[in-house]
């Protein structure tokens, strides 16, 4: 899976100057994709998420339209599932487990400490557009909790320093 | 240089031992060996399911694998100083890990390949009696191979525990121009990874496993739903599948069988309720995860309306071992109605974590104390939760609790997928109970009342109850009792009827920690 969000701090954000036409290209290439495949609908989300690193809601109509569903119905699957999101992540992602085995492990001080750290809460993004931090409910690595996944990388047995570490690396304040 | 004339070095690309660096060691011998002039053939096996030991690497030689435990890639230049390549002792040495307690008296069959294997590799799923089940399966009559699987007394493994058997009985049974397999690999329970090892370790045994479920009930299309958050399974997946295809084990005329069978991945969206059947069938669909009333079940009128075997990736992956070694001799492990072994799943705060194969009636205490070593952090076990977010409670008193399907109803528990996770004594079991009605409110997925409302106003006793004057708390306390009973007998599944289970336990067992100040 690949992204194609700019990680870099100076980048453009190209998701704000994306183009209608690139967006229906966008749609029609995962429609495609999925051929006469039947019940479509969320692995068409999942291209469109990969591909932009978000579902934009301009997209939504077009995939109704693809499908001959309403933009409700569309729209009720997108807001149902925690992985899909409608508007970009930060140029980071910081997701931390949340679930039993990792509490057992101190876990919770993990998500005190980023929260802190970041001065946002779960589900959201810090104010530089930086690091959008992230809670997940088991990342099935807790035998080697606590676990966090960051920018897509399963780390196990994270501890501040190792959350210090990362931050620091992103250039986020102390 | 030939392949055969280098030396095979295993380190596990299992997402668990790369979350711990294994990517970096498999760099650094790569590296290091090369610079010294004596290149290695690295196989990217499974995970054993020792993470305590992880970064695991094993060494072929001669006498056999020898294993070298918590290795760094920082650790590398010394290791291969210490004779890594022939098997020479150093202080990272285990020797044959098969061999070692951890292992030795375990009880492997669903799980035999595991961290043996190349995952890459259907030669070497071969050789190690891989497809033998097919074989068998190709050779018997669909009523045959489902009357194995009853004889097995197989129940699934996600959780519910149903006979496997009837479940394909039922769909056997039906006529219907298309029946499906639908894979249930959203595992979503924390301290559960044992379908994500096998995902990773050893994939061929999910595929085999679904094709003969397919040749038993008539389905010619297996679907395999896999939650977002196992990304290393996926590719792991996708390049066994792929594997597969070309060489005939899956697709049209399979093995010149005359009989048909694939399989299509879909990945989950992180929705924990999708783990449920009924609710991962909507999803597969493409809808809302949101559960379908019973009657009518999935194996009358499942996927896309038609007979559907809905069963988790541990059971399917148990199904070539049946078929293989007979229903006898699975059914001769266990005990009572529960029949053959379970990878339990030993997680949270303990020492030597990992996947532990028994038959079931192991005890609590064996798998904590025996395998588990205690506690990671050193302080005093004081509960463990058996079978994810919506298991029970136990604390020590109660560790002689055999484990198996009925022991653990009989304490108003649950064995779930078999996940046990572990707390020390710091633990506060008021904030247990309440991220248990908390984690219900965030994942429920709002079809009915009890668990919808139901987990929002239970958060909102557990506050007060922890707040309130001595006057007020016996109310609530007894109020969330009663609350526990609608939701339990109300809800449409079991997100909102089993949550009742951890709060119950927590105030039954716990008491002392449902006092103010108990919660920040």
Redesign the interface.
């Known amino acids: 899976?690949q992204r194609v969000l700019p990680r870099g701090a100076s980048a453009p954000r190209a998701w704000h100057v994306m183009s209608a036409a690139n967006l229906e290209r966008c749609v029609a290439t995962a429609v495609a994709r999925m051929g006469g495949?039947?019940?479509?609908?969320?692995?068409i989300?999942?291209s469109v998420q990969n591909e932009l690193g978000f579902v934009p809601p301009e997209a939504v109509p077009l995939i109704a339209d693809a499908l001959n569903l309403s933009r409700a119905?569309v729209h009720?699957?997108i807001s149902?599932?925690?992985?899909?999101r409608d508007r970009p992540a930060g140029q980071h992602t910081l997701k931390l487990c949340r679930?039993?085995?990792?509490?057992?492990?101190n876990g919770n001080v993990l998500a005190e400490f980023a929260k802190r750290r970041l001065q946002v809460d779960f589900g959201k993004t810090s104010d530089d557009g930086k690091v959008t931090l992230e809670a997940?409910?088991?990342?099935?690595?807790?035998?080697?909790?606590p676990?966090a996944?960051i920018d897509?990388q399963?780390?196990?047995?994270v501890d501040e320093a190792m959350l210090s570490n990362c931050l620091d690396g992103w250039g986020v304040r102390e | 240089m030939n392949s055969r004339t280098l030396t095979t070095v295993y380190v596990p690309g299992d997402a668990g031992a790369v979350s711990l660096g294994a990517d970096a060691v498999a760099a650094a011998l790569e590296r290091e060996c090369r610079a010294r002039g004596t290149p290695i053939r690295i196989v990217r096996n499974g995970s054993r399911g020792a993470y305590w030991l992880e970064t695991l690497v094993e060494v072929k030689t001669p006498a056999g694998r020898v294993a070298y435990g918590n290795v760094q890639s920082s650790e590398v230049p010394s290791l291969l100083d210490a004779g890594l390549l022939t098997g020479a002792k150093s202080s990272w040495w285990l020797g044959n890990i098969e061999k070692h307690e951890w292992f030795q008296s375990q009880q492997r069959l669903t799980s035999t390949r595991l961290g043996v294997v190349d995952p890459t590799d259907i030669d070497d799923y071969i050789v190690h009696a891989g497809y033998s089940g097919l074989s068998s399966a190709l050779s018997m009559q669909p009523q045959d191979i489902v009357r194995a699987i009853t004889d097995s007394g197989l129940r699934g493994r996600g959780g519910a525990a149903f006979p496997t058997g009837i479940k394909w009985q039922t769909v056997h049974d039906q006529p219907a121009a298309q029946k499906y397999i639908a894979c249930n690999a959203d595992e979503g329970d924390s301290g559960t990874f044992s379908d994500r090892m096998l995902l990773e370790g050893d994939p061929f045994a999910l595929i085999e496993g679904m094709t003969i479920a397919g040749l038993a009930v008539g389905a010619t299309r297996g679907y395999i739903y896999l939650r977002v958050e196992y990304p290393h399974a996926a590719r792991a997946l996708a390049r066994a599948l792929h594997v597969a295809r070309e060489r005939g084990y899956l697709g049209a005329d399979i093995r010149q069988s005359g009989r048909d069978f694939d399989i299509s991945v879909r990945m989950g969206a992180g929705a924990y309720i999708c783990g449920e059947e009924t609710s991962m069938l909507e999803s597969l669909e493409g809808r809302r995860g949101e559960v379908r009333v019973r009657p009518p079940l999935p194996a009358i009128k499942g996927l896309f309306g038609q007979p559907t075997v809905v069963n988790n990736v541990v059971t399917l992956a148990t199904v070539p071992t049946i078929l293989s070694l007979g229903a006898a001799h699975y059914r001769d492990f266990g005990q009572g109605k529960s029949r053959g072994t379970v990878p339990f799943q030993l997680a949270g705060n303990v020492k030597r974590g990992g996947l532990v194969e028994r038959a079931f009636g192991l005890t609590v205490r064996e798998l904590v104390y025996d395998y588990g070593g205690g506690t990671a952090s050193g302080r005093p076990v004081r509960a463990v939760q058996i079978g994810g977010p919506l298991g029970a409670y136990l604390p020590e008193s109660q560790f002689d609790t055999p484990l198996d399907y009925e022991a653990l109803a009989a304490r108003d528990g649950l064995l779930g997928h078999g996940g046990v996770v572990v707390f020390d004594d710091t633990v506060d079991m008021a904030r247990m109970a309440r991220y248990a009605l908390e984690f219900c409110a965030i994942e429920s997925c709002g079809k009915c009342t009890p668990c919808r409302v139901g987990s929002t106003r239970g958060v909102e006793l557990v506050d007060r109850i922890l707040t309130s004057s001595n006057g007020s708390r016996a109310g609530d306390l007894a109020l969330l009792d009663e609350l526990c009973d609608t939701m339990a007998s109300g809800s449409l599944c079991g997100l909102g009827g089993l949550t009742p289970y951890p709060v119950r336990s927590a105030l039954k067992h716990f008491r002392e920690d449902f006092h103010s100040s108990g919660v920040g």
Request: aromatic share 10%; charged share 15%; with cysteine.
């Open positions: 899976m495949e039947p019940g479509p609908l969320i692995e989300l999942h119905e009720g699957v149902f599932y925690h992985h899909f679930a039993e085995a990792c509490q057992a492990m997940v409910y088991c990342l099935g690595n807790c035998a080697c909790a676990s996944m897509g399963l780390r196990g047995r």
